[in-house]
């Protein structure tokens, strides 16, 4: 099968698409034909060797498709089921993954292949902020990054819960955040102001997903630490805030499905940014990184939807 290849560190130029063997599902695993997998900034300094490791490396982590096996001791899921999963062994990237069966949820019937093959990650992830700020009817939430994958889910969960919600993100994408219900504004110098101007009242709980200084803006607009949570700027937990992320979730599995039931239902929105076929995996990763615009960037895999 093709699979993406990290075989040293550096910059997308050093990702490649190499034959490997698949593997067969072992007791408890399931194999799956891949239709589309995500992308995330976190597998960029993964990439680098910010992390350490040894290449040769997989990549990836969420993914959609087909169960095509089932292993010893599976009843959960049955060849020809439709699935959203997560590898936690960066595998995702690949014409096959062979998983544990408990890494994987139903795919909903509407619920589109790509954004189904980007869900996992921002998914947990959007359900953990929002759950660590327990946002209630009638509250303002501010959520910095509201056009990123995960803040844009994020967003809309939080405004699902009652709360009147902010948004910080780029000009160009302010319609799109207004459609999806929630009130954009532009980060950058004075946007403190132009919060309180939108939110005299105060602002009661902040969702950091880009760092920089957004955790600073949130004491700055007078926000309890304990109903600050970011998701990347982990140094700001030793003051007081919540730094809660994906792996916090107890139930990962819930999460996702919960999330794909919104999606489906039309309750919630993932916008899909651009789409590129697997071999085009660099390029696609040079997207990601410029951290620009709505929604989620994907990588199709074989045929697709
Ligand atoms: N802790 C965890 O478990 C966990 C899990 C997943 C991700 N993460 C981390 O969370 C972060 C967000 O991930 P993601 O997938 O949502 O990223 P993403 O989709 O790449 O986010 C891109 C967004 O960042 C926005 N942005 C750029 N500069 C900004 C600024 N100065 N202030 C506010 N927003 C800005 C852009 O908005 P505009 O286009 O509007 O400019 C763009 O929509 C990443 O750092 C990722 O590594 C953590």
Do not use: C
Request: aromatic fraction near 6%.
């Amino acid at each position: 099968m093709n699979a993406v290849r990290i075989p040293r560190f550096g910059d997308s130029s050093v990702l490649e698409l190499v034959q490997v063997p698949e593997r067969d599902p072992g007791p408890g695993e399931v194999m799956v034909a891949v239709r589309f997998a995500g992308i995330n900034p976190g597998e960029i300094p993964i990439r680098e060797g910010r992390f350490g490791g040894e290449p040769p490396f997989g990549q990836g982590s969420d993914f959609a498709g087909d169960v095509v096996g089932v292993g010893a001791g599976v009843t959960a899921w049955h060849v020809g089921d439709e699935v959203i999963g997560m590898s936690d062994e960066r595998s995702a990237q690949a014409d096959y993954v062979t998983i544990a069966a408990d890494r994987l949820v139903a795919k909903p019937d509407a619920l589109h292949w790509d954004v189904a093959g980007s869900l996992y990650v921002v998914g947990t992830t959007a359900v953990a902020a929002v759950d660590a700020v327990a946002p209630r009817t009638g509250e303002t939430v501010v959520v910095a990054g509201a056009a990123g994958g995960v803040g844009v889910l994020a967003a809309q969960l939080a405004a699902r819960a009652g709360a009147r919600v902010i948004g910080t993100a780029s000009e160009a994408n302010h319609a799109a955040l207004r459609d999806l219900g929630i009130e954009p504004v532009a980060y950058g110098d004075g946007v403190a102001d132009r919060i309180r101007e939108l939110a005299p009242g105060g602002v009661d709980a902040f969702i950091d997903t880009y760092g920089s200084g957004n955790v600073d803006l949130a004491f700055d607009l007078g926000v309890d630490a304990a109903r600050i949570e970011t998701i990347i700027d982990f140094a700001a937990g030793s003051r007081g805030v919540k730094t809660i992320g994906m792996s916090a979730v107890a139930d990962p599995a819930a999460a996702v499905a919960l999330v794909a039931d919104l999606l489906t239902r039309g309750g919630v929105t993932l916008p899909i940014k651009a789409r590129y076929p697997i071999d085009a995996v660099a390029t696609a990763y040079d997207a990601l990184a410029e951290r620009q615009g709505l929604g989620k960037i994907v990588l199709q895999v074989g045929s697709g939807a």
